[in-house]
């Protein structure tokens, strides 16, 4: 069975930082990208960042470009994302996603196939 668990959420001030963590079970993460994607309240799930198998490709959208770090710990089977100079816009559900044994770092979150439940982050002005 798959599971991805998501910490690290939580509340902070405008200009601060936050990392997300992912914890993955299951043998989907073997070979797998992984994704970040997120969901404020009234608005449709959007992506954030998303790193190959072997981690040698990152992409990231263009709202967190140059503020927010995707990287992942094979070995612990695990994917973070280091969010910098967060702003109030960034206020959402976190979720990390596995693309189950594909290694390509997809944007589109049709292409993942394992979701976990997410993590709030809140950012106060």
């Known amino acids: 069975q798959v599971q991805l668990v998501e910490s690290g959420g939580g509340l902070v001030q405008a200009g601060g930082s936050l990392r997300l963590s992912c914890a993955a079970s299951?043998?989907?993460?073997?070979?797998?990208?992984m994704g970040w994607f997120r969901q404020a309240p009234g608005k449709e799930r959007e992506f954030v960042a998303a790193i190959s198998w072997s981690g040698g490709n990152t992409r990231y959208a263009d709202s967190v470009k140059g503020r927010f770090t995707i990287s992942r710990d094979n070995s612990k089977r695990a994917v973070y994302l280091q969010m910098n100079s967060l702003k109030p816009d960034d206020t959402a559900v976190y979720h990390c996603?596995?693309?189950?044994?594909?290694?390509?770092?997809?944007?589109?979150?049709?292409?993942?196939?394992?979701w976990g439940q997410g993590t709030q982050v809140t950012v106060s002005s």
């Open positions: 996603a596995a693309r189950g044994g594909l290694a390509f770092a997809s944007i589109n979150s049709n292409d993942y196939r394992y």
């Open positions: 299951g043998r989907t993460f073997s070979n797998s990208a």
